[in-house]
């Protein structure tokens, strides 16, 4: 017997083992974005050698985001001294990379015939490291170390989010992305890296308007509403659920209230 089949049959129960061989991943999406950036994640797709393992390109994506992330928290580790403009540039950049290798590495598996759950789990176990890099960068970019609070706010509602989105997919067996999530906040946060990086993070300070209101609170509320409308759409299915095959228990505690 392999030693890594050994080593699942010592950590996974039989029961265990027999679910992950029955998983199929399943995805709907109805991304704004999406559609529009298809053609250039095929391009790239088809430039990446067959030899290239699927969980290594999303080791490498990731490694390149939390390396960008971490050069612009050294030169503004509380999130109050402004950073180099270059290294706001440096996080839009990476983020754009993680982002198209993000979007390709399931791609490749297909591609490469080496799919499997496992694989599922590990771009997601990278996807949910990642979440707290990019959340933490943007901040920093708008200069919300001035408001720890929000910053705080700002990166839990970006974990809480990605919770409740595996929430409903572990409810209904279907990973489902609305008109505005994941990649049409991936973009947002690499526009906010941009205009840190072409105009100064410091621009976000900047007061506008009869009640002089700061830049960053833009950002900060369209988080908020994209937040609520994301939620709503996740709600909606978990407590309508019970219809994938792992039910949904809020679903089955309504029905009998």
Request: aromatic share 12%; glycine share 8%.
């Amino acid at each position: 017997m392999p030693l890594l089949a050994y080593k699942e049959q010592r950590i996974l129960s039989p029961q265990q083992l027999r679910k992950l061989s029955e998983h199929k991943y399943s995805c709907f999406s109805a991304s704004l974005l999406d559609p529009l950036l298809q053609p250039w994640w095929n391009w790239l797709v088809a430039q990446t050698p067959l030899w290239l393992a699927p969980n290594l390109i999303t080791i490498v994506g990731l490694i390149l985001n939390i390396v960008t992330t971490l050069i612009l928290i050294c030169y503004s580790p509380n999130g109050v001294e402004p950073p180099p403009r270059w290294t706001c540039f440096l996080c839009a950049l990476g983020l754009f990379v993680y982002q198209s290798l993000d979007s390709i590495d399931g791609k490749q598996a297909r591609r490469t015939n080496t799919s499997s759950p496992l694989g599922e789990l590990f771009d997601h176990g990278c996807d949910s490291i990642s979440t707290i890099f990019v959340a933490l960068s943007a901040c920093i970019s708008c200069q919300l170390g001035h408001y720890p609070n929000w910053l705080f706010f700002q990166c839990f509602c970006a974990i809480a989010l990605f919770y409740c989105a595996h929430w409903q997919t572990y409810v209904s067996g279907t990973m489902r992305f609305g008109r505005i999530d994941v990649t049409e906040a991936q973009f947002s946060i690499i526009a906010i890296h941009l205009v840190s990086a072409i105009l100064g993070p410091e621009i976000w300070l900047t007061k506008v308007g009869f009640g002089k209101i700061e830049l960053w609170y833009g950002p900060a509320i369209t988080t908020i509403v994209c937040g609520v409308i994301s939620l709503t759409y996740v709600f909606s299915i978990v407590v309508a659920g019970g219809v994938g095959k792992n039910g949904s228990t809020v679903a089955v505690s309504l029905k009998h209230s």
